[in-house]
């Protein structure tokens, strides 16, 4: 069974350079998670998605990030117009439901931003 | 607010000899599920152990934890250290019907030395 893939594998962009991120994630897995792992620090949570629904994206910066999951398999996370504080590593991760035990995480995409 | 810690930045440890990686928590969940995640170098998190239950150890690829409510933690411990389980590790906590919304720990890098 493949398991959450994410592209790109890296993201090098100045400041105020637009960015996005894709994640694809285990067949069958209605339930979408992408967190922020800033340097030495624990995965953020910033938004997630019950097929193509946002759930919850009280975490996410609005005004310069974006994630949608149109058709409820898929996902982009955006950003606008990066900060070097967006320096970070972004993960997707999936599970099978909301109420599912085990949640699976992609590699991640690291961004940094000059 | 809802917070895990882990004191410790970077645990070294000498092959054979015990581990212990420390993990507190405050919440105001009422019903709460436990995690440890491991991630090794250039890999997706992946969970080690998941507990729910106050007071019952829980075991997993030699590691052990015991969630204990009264004094809020959720230690990490291996009798014997294996040059294989150098890795980030995570303490992370969530609610019992959301465990893909998880609050993760800053992470402890344990490193072991032959």
């Known amino acids: 069974e493949a398991g959450v893939t994410q592209s790109p594998r890296y993201a090098v962009l100045q400041e105020g350079q637009a960015v996005s991120f894709w994640c694809d994630p285990i067949?069958?897995?209605?339930?979408l998670y992408w967190y922020q792992q800033p340097r030495d620090q624990g995965p953020q949570l910033l938004v997630y998605f019950r097929d193509e629904a946002v759930i919850d994206n009280s975490q996410l910066p609005s005004d310069r990030f974006s994630a949608v999951r149109p058709k409820g398999t898929n996902s982009t996370l955006k950003i606008q117009s990066a900060k070097q504080g967006d320096t970070a590593t972004y993960l997707c991760?999936?599970?099978?439901?909301?109420?599912?035990?085990?949640?699976?995480f992609g590699s991640g995409t690291r961004l940094t931003v000059l | 607010g809802d917070s895990v810690t882990q004191t410790e930045g970077l645990v070294t440890v000498t092959e054979g000899l015990p581990v212990k990686l420390n993990c507190t928590y405050q919440t105001t969940y009422l019903t709460i599920a436990f995690f440890w995640y491991v991630q090794y170098l250039n890999e997706a998190p992946q969970v080690l152990l998941k507990?729910?239950?106050?007071?019952k150890r829980t075991e997993h690829q030699g590691f052990h934890a015991t969630l204990h409510k009264s004094s809020s933690s959720f230690h990490l411990q291996k009798s014997s250290a294996q040059l294989s389980d150098s890795a980030l590790y995570y303490c992370?906590?969530?609610?019992?019907?959301?465990?893909?919304?998880?609050?993760f720990g800053q992470g402890t890098k344990l490193s072991i030395k032959p």
């Open positions: 991760a999936s599970s099978f439901s909301v109420s599912a035990e085990t949640l699976y």
């Open positions: 507990s729910s239950t106050d007071n």
């Open positions: 992370a906590l969530s609610e019992s019907y959301n465990q893909g919304k998880l609050i």
């Open positions: 067949s069958g897995h209605d339930t």
